[in-house]
């Protein structure tokens, strides 16, 4: 019992040291100190508590613990060693170390896969009829009519206006239209245009991130793209407007207004070259695990997903789609589920027409153009976690993805199933079923050991002469002979020494020399 009791004591003197596995030295050490100044038992204790400084990274602990500790505690982080140094008794010290290894425990980990299933479907058609005619007026003037003459009286017709479907005609040029209106304009032109477009988008992303118990994880995926595509808008608006003062004013300040639209417009250029704003876009995902002793994960999700649009306006605009989802969701190891969505159908219709004569039936269609739009959107947020608790898992979790990666640099450029279904691991699963395959295996590995040991021959016994013995060992005669070499031989002729009470006989021959 001397010997049991009277062993050495870990932590002896008042200064001691405890290097943490897991936890966070500095974390660790608020934690200690509220439990230090937060126990007390009456008003003085708390009241040296409370006038005790408030702890940053550790702290010291008076009577204001005096129910728990015996005397002074000042618990102190060391962030390089992830080391807590604490000055106390050795009777305060071993009872923090055992909350310490309490707190100081093996972390459990998640692995999360998220999901991101987008399907967007684009239609969009346009029928119209343009047409213009121009005649010279006597008084060297000129008359344009028509319905959508800017698509037609130009001199080269837009390549908008050819694509799809096109008819038309044009007639010769004006000529005194290049004299009045600085360009040729055709006497006549009627073009016909019909063209439908369409777009199907579809996307199937598959972020996933490891994070570990009660700690914030965060993975983004994406790109920093510039919100305006032009930076010469300044110049385009500014000079039309100045000139036009200039004009206005008289040939006395034109040539001052036009250097001031000069400027302008290169302060303009300049501005919008250099304040040209950025914003991060992409796929942004920050998750919180708790794990429970049940199996149960409950997560703090925040997803974000952003994208740039086309661009807009004669800046060239970009805007940003954003689709945010923020929630607390509980959910079992494996099991997948949906935590966002949308689905959006919008259908955008819009007419052109000339008043009253786009309203007359049947004849309404040469004076109007219609166009329609039409927008399907189907966005499907999945989330499917899977609890790491053995170094196993994680090989297991590795060994899919590089599976996955082959499968996806053996099916490159090659379009199949769209569809998702998360991987099970069946033997992990909780139920009626599986725990019915898990005892039928059970049954037939044990029932296939007992037909391969009742059909396999017992062993045949063989008896076998002691280690050293001679051929009549068993018999009690015989000689073991050892030779100079120390190889042994058997035989009766040569002298042998018998010990008493033993059959066999042991001869050492040694050399003459």
């Known amino acids: 019992m001397i010997r049991a009791l009277d062993v050495p004591v870990e932590g002896e003197g008042s200064i001691h040291v405890h290097n943490l596995q897991y936890a966070d030295a500095e974390q660790m050490a608020t934690t200690l100190q509220s439990l230090i100044t937060g126990r007390g038992g009456g008003a003085a204790s708390k009241a040296r508590a409370g006038a005790a400084a408030a702890p940053q990274a ?8 005096a129910g728990s500790f015996e005397g002074q505690i000042n618990v102190q982080a060391h962030k390089a060693t992830n080391s807590l140094l604490i000055t106390s008794s050795l009777h305060d010290y071993l009872s923090l170390r055992r ?3 309490r707190l100081d425990a093996s972390p459990r980990q998640v692995f999360i896969e998220a999901v991101i299933m987008e399907m967007s479907v684009n239609r969009s058609s346009r029928l119209g009829l343009a047409f213009h005619g121009g005649v010279p007026s006597p008084d060297d003037g000129l008359s344009v009519f028509g319905f959508e003459a800017g698509r037609t009286a130009t001199p080269t017709l837009s390549p908008e206006l050819l694509t799809g479907l096109a008819l038309g005609i044009r007639g010769p040029e004006i000529p005194e239209a290049a004299q009045i209106a600085g360009f040729s304009i055709p006497s006549f032109g009627i073009v016909l245009n019909a063209i439908a477009n369409s777009g199907d988008v579809n996307v199937l992303s598959t972020p996933h991130i490891i994070a570990m118990d009660n700690v914030q994880a965060e993975i983004t995926v994406g790109a920093n793209v510039p919100l305006q595509t032009s930076g010469f808008g300044g110049l385009g608006g500014g000079l039309p407007g100045v000139a036009g003062l200039a004009g ?3 040939q006395q300040g034109a040539a001052g207004l036009a250097g001031l639209a000069g400027l302008g417009g290169m302060m303009g250029m300049g501005m919008g070259m250099m304040g040209v704003q950025r914003q991060n876009v992409g796929t942004t995902i920050r998750i919180t695990p708790h794990i429970n002793d049940a199996g149960e994960i409950r997560m703090e999700i925040e997803e974000e997903i952003s994208e740039a649009g086309e661009a807009q306006g004669t800046l060239g605009v970009i805007p940003i789609n954003q689709r945010i989802a923020k929630t607390q969701v509980v959910v079992r190891d494996q099991q997948t589920i949906v935590i966002g969505g949308l689905m959006r159908d919008r259908v955008t219709t819009s007419e052109d027409k000339i008043p009253i004569l786009g309203d007359i039936p049947l004849l309404g269609v040469l004076f109007r153009r219609r166009s329609t739009s039409t927008q399907k959107t189907n966005l499907l947020l999945f989330l499917t976690p899977y609890v790491i608790r053995s170094p196993g898992d994680l090989r297991a979790i590795f060994e899919r993805k590089m599976r996955e990666r082959q499968e996806f640099i053996d099916r490159f450029f090659v379009f199949g199933d769209s ?26 590995e044990e029932h296939r050991l007992m037909e391969e040991m009742r059909t396999r021959p017992p062993p045949e016994h063989v008896p076998r002469p002691p280690v050293g013995a001679g051929p009549d060992s068993l018999s009690g005669r015989g000689t ?11 035989g009766d002729d040569a002298a042998s020494i018998v010990a008493p009470g033993v059959g066999t006989s042991v001869t050492i021959q040694v050399p003459d020399e």
């Open 58 to 65: 550790g702290g010291t602990a008076g009577g204001g613990a």
């Open 248 to 250: 206005a004013a008289g």
């Open 480 to 490: 073991i002979i050892i030779g100079p070499d120390g190889e042994e031989s058997f």
């Open 419 to 444: 569809g998702y279904t998360p991987p099970t691991d069946y033997s992990r699963t909780r139920g009626l079923v599986s725990e019915i395959l898990n005892a039928m295996s059970a049954s037939e």
């Open 99 to 101: 909350v310490i290894e």
